[in-house]
Every structure is written in C-alpha cells, then in structure tokens.
C-alpha cells in the first residue's frame, strides 16, 4: 500500500470524555501519522455526569503512559474495588460486585465449583468474604495490585472513581501536548459526497469550513454527524431498561473515603452514590412511566448524606445503540453511539472499548466495507452482552412493592440472557465468550446477589473430599483477612502517593 492511502486528517466533533480520550489514544496510537482536529464548543454543555469506571481504565490510561498520581490530583479521583448494591433482590438485601477474583489458592481451580458443594451441604460461607476486594472496601482500605501469582494480590482488582469534566480537560491538555489541534466552533452545516454520502466538512457557525477523511462523532445524545446527517437508525432497548431519565446532583463528602460505588434500588429504579476527593456524586436513574420528575428530585434530595452542592440536574435518554456505529467515513464513540445507563459504570468502558476497537480497524481512504462491517459486529456484541447483564439486574427480582418492580420482574427477556440464567439453575455454570467485558466475578456477584442458585454443582468435584475443601477455605478467609488488615486506609494511601489534591476535601 502507498503512503498516499492513508488517513492524513482525522476531524473529531465534540470534546468532553469520548472526544478528548479518542483524540489522545489516536494520536499516541497513530504516532502522529495523521493530523487530529477536535471541534467543539463551550457554549454546548457536556453531560459529565457519570464518575465511575471499571478496571480496564488502568490500562487505557497505561497505554497513554499517564501519570498515574497526577492524573488522581487533576481528576480529584478516589479508588473504585466494586460496587455496593442495596435492596435489589429483596428490600433489606445487600451484596457486593466486587473487582479482582474470588479466592486466592491457584491450585482450587474450581473455586466457586467448590463453594457452591459446601454451600449445598450446609455450610455457612459467604461468597464475598473470599475477595480481597470486597474485605477491602468494607474496611475503607486500599493497597497496590501484585503482577507475582504467587501474591495474594494479584487477585486484586480497581478501577477510579473520577470527576469526568476533569478529565476530559486533562485529557485536552495531554492531547494537545501530542500534536492534536483544537478548533472552538459550533457546527452548523455538515458537507457530504454527492455520489457516496461520505462526509467532507463541518461549516462552523463563524463561517470557517473544517475537511477531514475520517469523522468521529463525539457530539453527545444528538449524534449530529451518525444520525442527524446519515441516519444510522437506532435500536430502541426501553422494553427491557425502561429507565429513560436521570436527576444528578452533588453533595458535600463527610466521614470516611468510601472505595466503592453505591447503587441503592429505589421506588423506581436506583439511586448511585459515588464518592471523590472533593465532593460526592449522586444520582437517581428512573423511568418516567412509573413515577413523576419532581418526586424524583425530592427523593433524591431527601436521601443525600449532607447539603447539595448545586441544583439537581435532570437528563433524558432512551436506552439502546447505534444500529450503526461506524457508517460510511463517521464512527459514532461516546453517546453518539447509544446511551445504556450506568448501572455497572459502563459508560467510559463503551468508549474506551470502542477507541481500542477503531485502532485495530483504523482503515485507508478505500474505507473497505469489511473492515467496517467486523468493528460494527464487534461493537453490537459487546452492548448486547453488557445489555443482558444490566437487565439480569432488574429481572432478577424478588420485590413486589412498585409498579417498575413488577415490570421488570415479569417481562421477557433477550435468549442471550434466558441462556445463561439456565444453565446457572442447573449447576452455576458459567458460558464466557474470550472478548466479553464481564469476567466470572461480575456475573457470580450479580447472580447470587439476586438470589439465583444453581441446584447442583459440577460433576468434576463431586468426589472431592469435602473436609480437606473446607479446611482450604477457612484458611483463604484467615489469609484475607489478615492482608487487608495490613493494607493502609484508602484516603492515607492517596496521600502517601501523591495522588490527593491540594484544594480536595481533607479526609
């Protein structure tokens, strides 16, 4: 291939988080063999609300070669190691997605094969009290992951807590470091090829015309270029999400530095907690069908541990995705592309995955359709899969004390889900596709936390000694527990490190 078929300009609409992180990763992934233009407006709000990550941000970051101590003092981020869900299951139920594995001992391979045999037999055992993450986050510690196996450690997992206008101005600064052009505008007119409906130019409102090859629509909800230009159609999940709107607000943060995310079900739907250097994110994620915009905002208010720190913000959107991402010479990254609610602190994830995805698919200006058409497959499978787990979390109910409750709790669901809801029943199997997001962890925590158990277990294990399984497992417990009470506290640790802000709440 000669050099003149490759990209030579990259024309990114909109900043925020999906515009700021795709323009760093393509200009640190690309080593500036192509120019890079953000076009974006102050006078357009960004909707910087969600604040928690999963642990693939680690390496996202890593790949950008991030500081990782400067990027906590400039985002005033805190650690995440899982996610608390409240009354989901049953009103006064309580578990715990944790980050990391469960367990410790390499050599019982068929760790929750083993618990799920003790548990059938009788024996009383916690399936959280086997992660160090979910011991850690009950103890407000936090402590470094191990790379040696042999290191409790290194079944360790995290991910960040972080405010995200932050970093997307962070993620601006470092962008721009690297070559990548900022050009203040509101686009008013988009150009296309008459023959091929490619997109040539955005026309901003001050009159300047600003040409690309390639576009990637970071412009929010509107999809200015992937819908309002090329009509890429959408996909409508509300019948199995039916939230479809959102009040946000922060408060002041008192007490200790919570490692964790909060999900708390509410009347209808759930409300987040999650906790920064300098404040706390809130937030109550709802569906209009069962109950009113000013109940919401009242609830919220009304469940907030100190003072708002602003007005409560209210956002609208309707579950789904993009039928296509990437349409002609436009990938649609960020909401653009489809909006499903943060529940497991997908949001960043959905971009990153899908920066990750674009490099690997970068094209040529022949644009090939099957290059195309491989990121549009692998993009579909990664919102269905993160879709099935998101309804598992409603569906898989026991309430009966709201109208929303009832819906979810009796409406059909996707046969991607149905499937592996079954084959849990039979003897907690598990099916995971190489490339899915959501590891064994994820699932067992979320399915036995909304009270689906399996009947059996494997086969593989039933003649194993059940007194030497036992004796393991009260050893791993003693072992974690003693590795957490050595970690140091989560807000000493971010001080220790360099990592706390100057202006940020003293903890």
């Known amino acids: 291939m000669s050099d003149d078929a490759w990209i030579s300009k990259v024309v990114i609409v909109g900043g925020g988080s999906a515009g700021w992180m795709t323009a760093a990763a393509l200009a640190r992934g690309l080593d500036r063999r192509c120019q890079i233009q953000v076009v974006e407006s102050q006078d357009i709000g960004v909707v910087g609300v969600g604040e928690a990550t999963i642990p693939p941000i680690r390496l996202f970051n890593a790949m950008l070669g991030l500081d990782e101590a400067e990027f906590m003092r400039e985002t005033k981020a805190t650690y995440k190691l899982g996610i608390e869900f409240r009354d989901w299951g049953r009103a006064g139920d309580r578990y ?3 980050f990391g594995v469960y367990g410790l001992n390499p050599e019982m391979g068929h760790f929750f094969q083993y618990w799920l045999k003790l548990s059938l037999a009788g024996e009383p055992l916690a399936l959280s009290d086997y992660s160090l993450c979910a011991q850690a986050a009950q103890a407000g510690r936090f402590d470094r992951q191990s790379d040696d196996p042999r290191d409790p450690m290194s079944t360790f997992g995290s991910a960040y807590h972080f405010d995200t206008i932050l970093y997307g101005q962070y993620l601006r600064r470092f962008a ?16 296309q090829d008459p023959q091929t409906g490619f997109v040539t130019a955005i026309q901003l409102k001050s009159g300047q015309r600003v040409e690309g090859e390639l576009f990637i629509d970071c412009s929010g909800f509107k999809g200015l270029l992937i819908e309002q230009t090329l009509k890429a159609g959408y996909d409508d999940w509300s019948s199995y999400l039916p939230m479809d709107r959102a009040a946000a607000v922060p408060c002041e943060r008192r007490g200790p530095l919570s490692p964790f995310t909060t999900s708390t079900a509410r009347e209808a739907g759930w409300q987040w907690r999650i906790p920064l250097q300098h404040r706390v994110g809130n937030g109550y994620v709802y569906s209009s069908q069962f109950i009113a915009d000013d109940q919401v905002v009242e609830a919220l208010l009304g469940n907030l541990e100190s003072p708002p720190l ?22 649609a990254i960020g909401l653009s592309s489809g909006f499903l609610e943060p529940l497991e602190s997908t949001s960043i994830h959905l971009i990153q995955a899908s920066i990750n995805k ?74 995971i596709g190489p490339d899915e ?15 689906i158990r399996p009947r059996s277990y494997t086969p593989l294990v ?27 506290n989560h807000a000493d640790y971010l001080k220790r490190h360099g990592m706390w802000a100057a202006d940020a709440v003293i903890a």
């Open 310 to 331: 602003a007005e409560a913000r209210l956002l609208r959107f309707t579950t789904g995705r993009r039928r296509k991402t990437w349409d002609r010479n436009v990938v």
């Open 358 to 431: 674009l490099l690997q698919h970068f094209p040529d200006r022949s644009f090939s359709p099957a290059n195309r058409d491989a990121f549009n497959r692998r993009i579909q499978a990664d919102t269905e899969t993160i879709r099935d787990f998101l309804i598992l979390h409603y569906h898989a109910t026991d309430r009966d004390d709201g109208d929303l409750w009832r819906y979810v709790r009796d409406m059909p669901i996707p046969d991607s889900l149905a499937e592996r809801i079954a084959l849990f029943r039979e003897r907690g199997q598990l099916v």
């Open 176 to 191: 721009q470091g690297l070559g990548v052009a900022r050009t203040e505008g509101e686009v008013v007119a988009v150009d």
């Open 462 to 488: 039933a003649g194993h000694d059940s007194r030497a399984i036992a004796n393991g497992f009260r050893g791993m417990k003693a072992q974690i527990a003693r590795r957490v009470e050595a970690m140091p």
């Open 437 to 451: 997001m959501f590891t064994p962890t994820s699932w067992l925590a979320v399915l036995l936390g909304q009270n």
């Open 96 to 98: 715990f997605h944790p």
